[in-house]
């Protein structure tokens, strides 16, 4: 007898599957990563109507199945963020930060700081959180919940604070006297990077930060998430 399950959970990603169903990547406290098949999600009449939808928390009932494309069985919408989709750059930004997850998340791995991080981000973008500085913010905690925090608190080989450059493949800050090399790492956009580690989301935009600092912090990110993601 197929056995029922149910979580809470963010829908992650959502693709078409056969002619009128859809099978949905959601991330659950509990269970983890799940992948879901929606039978005849996509039918005018489908009974989950619009509560199957990228960046929505579900309530969800699903029938287990052991190779781990489990099937719907009920779903309750718990919270839209409408505030997200009526403004494309915070959608955008949403969107990114799932995709994210959902490539550096590994499936049925339950983790509950993964979780309440994902949970935080969508409700800091949808609240007004500048959805760049959102991306970085959100971008660093998670290089932190899995487990690839990067060193900023200084040099990493020798501790100095001066002349610092960026080294992913090493796993932080190096300085020049200590073989470091490529365009240097200013001590603004650095510590930045290490408050907003340190800052729940809700607070990030207490940082003040200038577009300039934004727009570096984010190269140096996502070039050490490219290197973690590679490697
Ligand atoms: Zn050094």
Known sequence: MATLDRDEGVVLTMRDYAETDRILTVLTPGHGKLSVLSKGARRATSRFGGALDLANRLQIVYYVRRKGLHLLREVTLLESFPALREDVDRLEAALWGLGLVNRVVPAETPDLHVYGRVRAF???????????????????????VSGHQPRLDGCMACGGENELTWHPERGGLLCRACGGGGEEVSPKVWKSMSALIRFPLDRAGRLRLDQTTLSRMKGLVDGFWRHQLHR
């Open 122 to 144: 969508l409700g800091a973008v949808a609240g007004g959180l500048d959805p760049e500085l959102a991306r970085v913010a959100f971008s660093l905690q998670l290089l932190v």
